[in-house]
């Protein structure tokens, strides 16, 4: 059985941080590149930043780059997201991702997905 689990979602203000975390397994996660996506109210589901299987190279979306951290700690199968100087336009449901391919997990084709967990940033 495979199963990925995120945590640490919930309510915040503009400008606080939050802090992702996603659990894999049934599978190593150093066979896999991580990613994490989001779904905003009204929006599709959106690539939001992307870790190589391991850890050596990152990829992030111009509307979080420079606030958000994507890290991964194979030897506990780990997957992280640091979410510093949060908008309101980061609210939406957080999924994480495990894919074996770049072009797979860039185009949302993971192998893995977790359940989401919700974002909220409100005033």
């Known amino acids: 059985q495979v199963h990925m689990v995120e945590s640490g979602g919930g309510l915040a203000q503009p400008g606080d941080s939050l802090n992702l975390s996603c659990a894999l397994s049934g599978r190593y996660f150093g066979n896999y590149y991580g990613g994490w996506f989001r779904q905003s109210p009204g929006k599709e589901r959106e690539f939001v930043a992307i870790i190589t299987p391991g850890g050596e190279t990152t990829y992030y979306a111009d509307a979080v780059k420079g606030r958000f951290t994507i890290s991964k700690d194979n030897a506990e199968n780990t997957l992280g997201l640091q979410m510093n100087n949060l908008k309101s336009d980061d609210t939406g449901v957080y999924y994480c991702?495990?894919?074996?391919?770049?072009?797979?997990?860039?185009?949302?084709?993971?192998?893995?997905w977790g359940q989401g967990t919700q974002v909220i940033v409100s005033s």
């Open positions: 991702a495990a894919a074996a391919t770049r072009v797979n997990i860039m185009k949302g084709r993971a192998d893995f």
